[in-house]
C-alpha cells in the first residue's frame, strides 16, 4: 500500500491558527451522515449506556532555551525520558552542537553525549535540576504547523488533563468543557481514562513510500484495570466504546493485540492500516489530520475509503483542520 494513497490538498488557509472560544462552539461533522453540528451537540450524537475514553495526559513544559559557552542559542526540546536522568532530545539548530557540547538552560547545565541524528541527541544533566529548569524557563511545544500565539498556554490542554507526559496535546480533547462533561455525563454516557505519551513524530508525515516500509514511532501506553472494567461493564449494556483521539484509539487496540483487552503500561510501536481488525473501538471522535501521516492511515483504516469523502467535505465547508481545528465523528467500518 502506498503512502501517496492517504495524501489530500490540505490549503494553508484550512489550518487553524487560532484555538476558538468558548472549546466546544468548534464544529463537528458526523461522517455517518455529513451532518454538520457543533461539538457542544456531542451528547445528542451519542446513546445511553456508551462509554467514552479519553487521554488524560498533559503536554509537558519541554521546550527550553539553552545556551553554549560561546554565547550561541539552541532551542532544547525534551522528547523521552531513557533513564538515569538522561533525556532523548531535538535541538535546534542541530548543526551548532556536537557530542560535548554543555548547554545552559536556566538553572541546569546540560551536556550532549550523541551527535545529533537528524537533530535529536541524547543529553544528560551535569549539574542543577532538570525539573527546576523545566519550571523556570520551559514553555509547551506548540505544533510546527502552527503559527499563532496562545494568550493562555493551558488552552494547548484539556480541562481533563492529570498527568504530565507528553511532547504533545490529545487535540480531540481540547473540544471539551467542564460543562460538556457534565451534559455527557446527564445524558447517560460514562468517562473512562487512559494515558497515551504522545510524541513528537505524531506530527510528522510519513517518509516511506510504502507503509510497510514504515518504523513506527513508540510511545508509552497506559491502560488500567478499571478502565478494561468500564470497557466490559459498556459491552454487557449494549454500549459503544468511543474513542476521543487517535491516541485513545491506539492505546486500546494495542492492548488488545491478544484478542483480550488486558492492562498495559509498556511502549507500543503499533502501527494501524487499512485492513487493521479493530477489537474495542466502536466510534472515533477525532481532529482533521496532517495529509500523508499516520494519523490519517489509522482513520482510513477505521472508516473505510469514506474518509476522503468526509476529508473533501470537510475541506468544502470550511472546516478549520490540525490541533486547534474541527473535528469529526466517525463510526468503525463494518
Known amino acids: 500500500m502506498l503512502t501517496s494513497e492517504f495524501v489530500y490538498d490540505l490549503p494553508d488557509a484550512a489550518i487553524a491558527q487560532a484555538a476558538v472560544e468558548p472549546r466546544d462552539s468548534s464544529r463537528l461533522l458526523d461522517t455517518r451522515d455529513l451532518s454538520d453540528h457543533r461539538f457542544a451537540e456531542l451528547p445528542a450524537l451519542l446513546r445511553r449506556g456508551d462509554l467514552l475514553v ?9 521546550r ?3 545556551t553554549k559557552s560561546t554565547g550561541g542559542a539552541v532551542e532544547v526540546l525534551l522528547l523521552n525520558p531513557i533513564g538515569d536522568g538522561a533525556w532523548e532530545a531535538l535541538v535546534r539548530p542541530g548543526r551548532r552542537v556536537r557530542q560535548g557540547t554543555r548547554l545552559s538552560a536556566g538553572p541546569a547545565t546540560l551536556e ?4 545529533p541524528r537528524e537533530g535529536v541527541v541524547v543529553v544528560d544533566v551535569v549539574d542543577g535540576s532538570l525539573e527546576e529548569a523545566v519550571a523556570a524557563i520551559g514553555a509547551v511545544p506548540l505544533p510546527p504547523y502552527f503559527h499563532g500565539s496562545l494568550a493562555d498556554p493551558e488552552r ?3 480541562v481533563y488533563g492529570r498527568r504530565v507526559g507528553s511532547a504533545a496535546a490529545p487535540t480531540a480533547g481540547l473540544h471539551f468543557t467542564e460543562g460538556l462533561l457534565e451534559a455527557v455525563g446527564s445524558a447517560g454516557v460514562e468517562v473512562a481514562t487512559i494515558d497515551l505519551e504522545i510524541g513528537l513524530d505524531t506530527f510528522r508525515p510519513i517518509g516511506a513510500a510504502r507503509l510497510a516500509d514504515h518504523r513506527m514511532h513508540r510511545e508509552r501506553a497506559i491502560v488500567s484495570p478499571p478502565l478494561i472494567e468500564a470497557v466490559t461493564a459498556a459491552r454487557a449494556r449494549g454500549g459503544r466504546i468511543v474513542a476521543v483521539g487517535t491516541t485513545v484509539v ?3 487496540e494495542a492492548a488488545a493485540a491478544t484478542g483480550e483487552l488486558e492492562p498495559m503500561d509498556a511502549p507500543t510501536d503499533l502501527f494501524i ?9 466502536d466510534l472515533l471522535i477525532t481532529n482533521f489530520h496532517v495529509p500523508g501521516s499516520t494519523l490519517v492511515v489509522l482513520v482510513a483504516a477505521f472508516m473505510g475509503p469514506e474518509w476522503r469523502k468526509t476529508y473533501e467535505a470537510a475541506l ?8 486547534f481545528g474541527d473535528a469529526m465523528l466517525a463510526e468503525r467500518a463494518s
Not at 492500516?273 to 473501538?281: L, S
Open 54 to 62: 479519553v487521554n488524560t495526559t498533559r503536554v509537558r513544559r519541554a
Open 64 to 66: 527550553l532555551a539553552a
Open 112 to 115: 550532549v553525549r550523541t551527535a
Open 156 to 158: 494547548y490542554q484539556t
Open 250 to 252: 491506539r492505546s486500546l
Open 273 to 281: 492500516t487499512p485492513g487493521f481488525r479493530f477489537r474495542v473501538v
Open 316 to 323: 468544502q465547508r470550511g472546516y478549520r483542520f490540525l490541533s
